[in-house]
């Protein structure tokens, strides 16, 4: 119920304005449509083919959360469950109730997604480094590659805005002895730019928590994260760009016991995660021709108790993109066709010595808009996998604007996607465990949406809604036999589901806001087979909410922004049907401040003072059984710009 | 329609969908007293529900003389869910004792309202426990690397441990035979003074079997489980009758199947004894069942074949033996109920994760 007033009171916050429209005609000044204000030019991209939904975060989002992960960015601002093991501690994303090795993590168009577990943990990817953050819910390998059955979250950064030279430095402290720094720059002209990331994050993460109606401090914990992202683009000629990408990252973090074992030290573990990718590229542009090519060797490392699981993985990509003018199209078609090669060297200590794989696929992508009000794409992958036939993977999508108004314009859209995953690492090769007889899992996403646009003088509005369907096949989950644990291909799984969002820009007065609300209800259920979940058939799958919501409501005055974000998590079953975690409703404040500081003989200086309140309700919560989560917490950060 | 009327239609059609969504999206709290309550005065027989390790989701169900189940006992007579897994538990004098692991402890609660009358913590993985003269003996193994265990001693009374002795090797199940503990420990069975917990005797079992689990025939003899798993995985080992006089085992009797843990029940009137089988382990196809060894005849049947079977137990008023399909730890046990004769008596009923143990008060 206090879920419930809570939301209720979000939510009418988010209806206030429309009233207040009513009544003051000329109070509310009009701000162009700017919902996904992104700093730096488009770039192309793979997902400019996709004709699903996808989310995009706000520049204003991800720089007043600079030092924090990407795993925080998602709970907060989007409405998919995220697995907690802790504060800061191992996250995972469940798209459209997939598992969360069903999504794929691609930075600059190259897969980041660990080859051994498959699932990514968000927790040890770095807000700091990003400069677009999009999440593409539903699942299109034909795009974004092997393993995007669930969906996608694209991360983007580059040096290749030939904006001024540009200094960053900033510092913060926290609730729970956090401390951060960083440092980003961008130096060059129209020949060679270089941007530069470096950042430090520690905390003691002892945080307060209540256990069976006792008061405890956390223990076991704290974490220790540093990295550095360099990224050069040089430019040889009219035509062609070259270029060199450099990320390290290393994360020492305690394992933050189960609330029960806080006191026990038998229950403490530690572990550490590094990760280097080295990116060298190329680009040719000439009139209606686009060449990508890219090489790039990723070293994953985890050590835990001493073991390690580590990967090489280096690869070339190539994409030709032609757009083909002289056709009686509306615009000009876009076509790309590409292919990519992965030499994969495993070092983990349950593989057989010498063991490797080889990946590649070759695809084609295509957007064609043969009259004005009608949007066509296609597309296609084959990949190709060591010991393994892949099936083929394929989507088509359309898109028409329904009604176009004067003011209002009503699209309509479908997509429809064959998508595949290849086992990870583990699955086929862990000792005596791996399953080489695996087969690749497949699903079928078919969505629907509906997207209005209301544009007036005063007045911005959008109201998107997706009704999917997601059948996933030969789903892979690890079961035991005898003693000890196999993955098996266990047949078919269900997942039903609706989002909606609306979000709405106006100024009143000289504030201008900027309102975002995202809900997703979705159902999960195992059609048949998958025999071990049998109690689950005709139920929500474990730990997936049927009903999430994010909502953020950011406000521009003069040189302040404040930004109020709520989300709430549904009461969803554990491992255990009988088992209820309840649902909760957070509630997180930012508010940040730029001062300029004029300066005769040089550019101006900005002081950015900053100030985040989480958890303003004080909840008591858990994202996952028995891991504390903390209570209300505050961080300050000071960030200076010239 | 003019453009201040159409905004203000559309703004109401706003607020009227935003209104709509939150009553929407909140509608599983309304369901939150739809769950399952406190458990039936009359049960017949307590279900262990052992959990899942990473959900510490150990659990208890109780089933009542109609073969109704209840699910969720503890959590709702504690108010708290027990936080652990439950790796053996037993009853004791109108107490039921768990031993838990992750969270290490061992609870002691009410068998009569399952209220919790105090909580022992300390004992790093707990395994199996026995009381003799009022105290309970719990074995332990703090690290499965290490070729050590302990044997704790818990005053029931003070509700705390009085006092432990280091083995060099690592003790499983445990019992109490005329006065004195029984534990197996790799391939010996021990005897301690439980006084002054001094290691009395050693019992040396075949080959390099590991002693696990104990029952006692009509006769008040100690069979004990040595199994094992040859170099193909395969699960191999029997039973034996201990011989405390001799340091030795009598009658060793190799089992068709046996499975790793080697638990062990009798039937009603203690003339056979029933362990659970495996086939086809690391397969696709691994079945497991539920087999007797007849202690006159000294010949093995099976009585029921099946998946997912875990823990078992014989009721000792009509021989009818119950156990679960675990579904693979994922998720809840199915309750299986047979008759002494390996027909199914129940329609399949849902009870915690890892169904392991059948208590029958």
């Not at chain 1, 199209?329 to 349950?350: C, K, N, Q, S």
């Not at chain 2, 993985?125 to 001693?153: C, H, I, M």
């Not at chain 2, 010949?299 to 000792?316: A, L």
Request: with cysteine; proline share 3%.
């Amino acid at each position: 119920m206090q879920n419930r007033i809570l939301i209720l009171l979000f939510t009418l916050l988010g209806v206030l304005p429309l009233l207040h429209a009513q009544s003051e005609k000329d109070s509310i000044q009009a701000t162009e449509l700017d919902i996904i204000d992104v700093i730096g030019q488009k770039k192309a991209s793979l997902s400019d083919f996709t004709g699903a939904s996808s989310l995009s975060a706000s520049n204003t989002s991800i720089e007043m959360q600079r030092h924090k992960s990407i795993a925080d960015f998602l709970a907060q601002h989007t409405p998919y469950p995220v697995r907690q093991n802790g504060n800061g501690m191992m996250t995972t994303l469940s798209l459209r109730g997939t598992s969360a090795s069903h999504t794929q993590v691609i930075w600059n168009e190259i897969t980041i997604s660990p080859l051994t577990m498959g699932q990514t943990d968000y927790s040890i990817l770095p807000t700091y480094f990003f400069d677009k953050i999009d999440v593409y819910p539903g699942g299109e390998s034909a795009i974004f590659g092997g393993g995007a059955i669930g969906g996608a979250v694209t991360l983007s950064s580059g040096a290749d805005n030939p904006t001024p030279a540009r200094l960053t430095i900033d510092a913060g402290l926290g609730s729970f002895g956090k401390k951060s720094a960083g440092l980003r720059s961008h130096i060059g002209n129209k020949k060679a730019q270089n941007e530069t990331a470096l950042f430090f994050n520690q905390c003691d993460n002892d945080f307060p928590f209540s256990y069976r109606g006792e008061g405890m401090r956390q223990k076991n914990a704290s974490y220790f994260n540093y990295g550095i992202l360099n990224q050069t683009n040089i430019r040889i000629n009219q035509w062609n760009t070259l270029g060199g990408d450099v990320w390290f990252t290393k994360y020492n973090r305690d394992i933050q016991p189960m609330m029960q074992n806080n006191d026990d030290p038998s229950k403490y573990e530690e572990i550490s995660d590094q990760s280097t990718k080295v990116v060298l590229h190329h680009e040719f542009d000439k009139n209606a021709w686009h060449l990508r090519n890219k090489a790039a060797w990723i070293n994953d490392r985890e050590e835990y108790k001493g073991d390690l699981i580590a990967t090489h993985d280096i690869s070339f990509h190539s994409n030709l993109r032609h757009k083909i003018y002289g056709t009686r199209f509306h615009t000009p078609p876009l076509i790309e066709i590409g292919g990519d090669i992965h030499y994969i060297r495993p070092e983990v200590y349950a593989y057989k010595e010498g063991t490797e794989e080889r990946r590649g696929s070759i695809f084609l992508l295509s957007q064609i808009k043969p009259i004005k009000r009608l949007t066509l794409r296609g597309n296609v992958r084959k990949e190709f996998v060591t010991d393994m036939t892949i099936p083929l993977s394929f989507s088509f999508g359309t898109e028409t604007p329904a009604v176009i108004g004067e003011h209002v314009q009503w699209t309509l859209g479908g997509n429809l996607a064959k998508n595949t995953k290849t086992p990870t690492l583990n699955d086929r090769y862990w000792g005596e465990m791996g399953n080489k007889d695996l087969e690749s899992e497949t699903s079928f996403n078919l969505e629907f949406k509906s997207e209005t646009k209301a544009s007036f003088r005063r007045y911005n509005i959008i109201i998107a809604a997706t009704l999917y369907r997601n059948d996933v096949d030969n789903w892979i989950m690890w079961l035991p036999r005898g003693t000890i644990w196999k993955p098996i291909n266990v047949d078919n799984v269900l997942a039903r589901g609706v989002e909606w969002g609306i979000t709405q820009e106006f100024s009143i007065a000289k504030t201008t806001h900027s309102l975002r609300y995202l809900f997703n209800h979705s159902f999960t259920e195992i059609k048949k087979g998958f025999s071990n979940m049998r109690p689950f058939i005709g139920h929500q799958m474990p730990l997936l909410p049927q009903n999430t919501f994010a909502g953020t409501w950011t406000t521009k005055f003069k040189h302040a922004d404040v930004s109020l974000s709520g989300h709430y998590t549904g009461e969803r079953t554990t491992s255990d049907i009988f088992d209820i975690l309840e649902g909760y409703f957070l509630l997180d404040l930012a508010a940040e401040y730029d001062i300029i500081i004029k300066s005769k003989r040089r550019r101006d200086h900005t002081l950015t003072p900053t100030v985040q309140i989480n958890n303003l309700l004080d909840k008591e919560y858990q994202n996952i059984p028995f891991r504390g989560m903390p209570g209300r917490n505050i961080s300050f950060n000071i960030r200076w710009s010239f | 329609m003019g453009k201040s009327k159409f905004i203000k239609q559309f703004g109401l059609f706003v607020a009227a969908f935003l209104l709509v969504i939150n009553f929407n999206s909140c509608k599983d709290d309304e369901e939150e007293n739809k769950k399952s309550n406190g458990a039936s005065a009359d049960y017949t027989c307590i279900v262990l529900n052992q959990g899942n390790y990473n959900d510490a989701s150990g659990s208890i169900s109780t089933i009542d003389k109609n073969g109704e189940v209840t699910n969720q006992v503890y959590k709702y007579a504690n108010a708290y869910p027990l936080a652990s897994i439950i790796e053996s538990g037993f009853i004791d004098r109108g107490k039921l004792i768990l031993i838990c692991n992750n969270e290490d402890k061992i609870e002691v609660l009410n068998i009569s309202d399952f209220k919790t009358l105090f909580t022992i913590k300390g004992i790093v993985t707990p395994r199996y426990g026995t009381v003799a003269d009022g105290a309970l003996f719990v074995t332990s193994v703090p690290d499965w690397n290490n070729q050590e265990g302990f044997v704790y001693k818990i005053n029931l009374s003070a509700a705390k441990i009085d006092t432990f002795i280091k083995l060099d090797g690592q003790p499983e199940g445990i019992i109490t035979q005329n006065g004195k503990i029984v534990v197996g420990e790799g391939n010996k069975v021990k005897v301690i003074n439980p006084t002054t917990l001094a290691v009395e005797k050693v019992v040396k079992g075949p080959g390099f079997l590991s002693a696990k689990h104990f029952t006692k025939d009509k006769d008040n003899n100690v069979w004990a489980s040595f199994v094992g798993y040859d170099a193909s995985y395969n699960a191999t080992g029997g039973i034996s009758k201990l011989n405390f006089s001799k340091d030795s085992v009598d009658n060793f009797a190799q089992l068709s199947n046996i499975a790793g843990e080697g638990h062990l029940c009798t039937n009603p009137d203690k003339t056979e004894i029933l362990y659970r089988t495996i086939v086809g382990a690391y397969t696709e196809d691994e079945k497991s069942g539920i087999s007797s060894y007849d202690i006159d005849s000294k010949s093995e049947k099976e009585i029921v074949s099946g998946d997912g079977f875990y823990g078992f137990n014989v009721d000792p008023e009509n021989g009818d033996i119950y156990t679960a399909n675990i579904n693979g730890w994922r998720t809840n046990s199915t309750l299986l109920i047979y008759d002494a004769q390996g027909n199914a008596k129940s329609t399949e009923q849902t009870v915690g994760v890892g169904a392991c143990r059948f208590i029958f008060p």
